[in-house]
C-alpha cells in the first residue's frame, strides 16, 4: 500500500472561516511533507515532519498551522486566508532517511472568496 | 540557491513515437532525483526514483538516467501512448526538500 490520503477533495471557505486539510499515512512513513501548487507551478515546501516533530516551516504565513498528532496523521489548519491562497494542497510522507521514495496524496483543492 | 530546470516546457508528439524529457539542477549534493507525472488538478504519481550513486532506473516503458557532474537527467518515454499525455515533473532531494522543476506538458496525438 504506497497510498497517501487526503481529505477534502474540494474545500471552499470564507476568509472568516477556519478549516483544517487532513491527510493519512499507512505506510509506516516518519515524514510527511504539506505542499502547495498553484495553477501552471511546480509544488513548493511549505513544511516538514519529522517523527511528528516540525523540522522545517517555509517561512508560512501564521494564518496556516501545521499539525502532526500521530505517526499517521498530519493536519493543516487554516484560519483568515486570502483570496491569493487558493490553491491545490498537497500531502506528501516518506521515510525519515533522505535517499527515500516521497508518495504525494491526491490533493485538496481550496478555494478562499 | 538548489535550482531546477525542465525543457522543453511543452511537446507534442503523434502516437508511438519515443521521446526524451530533460532535467537539469544546479546542486550536485543531490541525495535521489524523482520523476513524477501529474494529470489536470492531480496529486502526484511516482514514477521513477534515482538515487545519487545510480546512473540509470527503468519501469517499463520509462527509463530515467542521471548524470550528477554534469547536473543532468533525462526521462526516455518508448513508444509513446495518448494515455501518457499529462505533466511529467522532476525533483530533486536536498536534505528534507523536495526542489521540483516547472514541468514538462506532454500531449501524445493518437
Known amino acids: 500500500d504506497t497510498e497517501v490520503t487526503q481529505t477534502p477533495k474540494h474545500l471552499v471557505m470564507g476568509m472568516t472561516n477556519k478549516k483544517s486539510l487532513k491527510c493519512e499515512q499507512h505506510m509506516g512513513h516518519r515524514a510527511m511533507y504539506w505542499y502547495k501548487q498553484k495553477a501552471k507551478k511546480p509544488p513548493e515546501l511549505m513544511f516538514v515532519y519529522s517523527y511528528e516533530k516540525l523540522s522545517i516551516n517555509e517561512s508560512v504565513p501564521s494564518r496556516f498551522s501545521p499539525e502532526c498528532p500521530n505517526s499517521s496523521l498530519l493536519n493543516l489548519h487554516l484560519h483568515a486566508l486570502q483570496p491569493e491562497d487558493s490553491a491545490l494542497y498537497l500531502c506528501?510522507?516518506?521515510?525519515?532517511?533522505?535517499?527515500?521514495?516521497?508518495?504525494f496524496g491526491q490533493g485538496t483543492r481550496l478555494t478562499v472568496v | 540557491k538548489q535550482e531546477v530546470t525542465q525543457i522543453p516546457a511543452a511537446l507534442s508528439v503523434p502516437e508511438g513515437e519515443n521521446l526524451v524529457l530533460n532535467c537539469s539542477f544546479t546542486?550536485?549534493?543531490?541525495?535521489?532525483l524523482q520523476w513524477f507525472r501529474q494529470d489536470p488538478g492531480k496529486g502526484l504519481t511516482s514514477l521513477l526514483l534515482i538515487q545519487s550513486s545510480q546512473r540509470e532506473q527503468t519501469s517499463g516503458r520509462l527509463n530515467a538516467s542521471l548524470d550528477k557532474s554534469s547536473g543532468r537527467s533525462t526521462l526516455y518515454i518508448a513508444a509513446s501512448q495518448p494515455g501518457d499525455s499529462a505533466t511529467y515533473l522532476c525533483?530533486?532531494?536536498?536534505?528534507?526538500?523536495?526542489?521540483f522543476g516547472a514541468g514538462t506538458i506532454l500531449r501524445v496525438k493518437s
Open positions: 525533483a530533486g532531494k536536498y536534505g528534507n526538500k523536495l526542489v
Open positions: 506528501a510522507s516518506s521515510q525519515v532517511e533522505r535517499n527515500t521514495e516521497a508518495f
Open positions: 546542486d550536485s549534493a543531490i541525495y535521489n
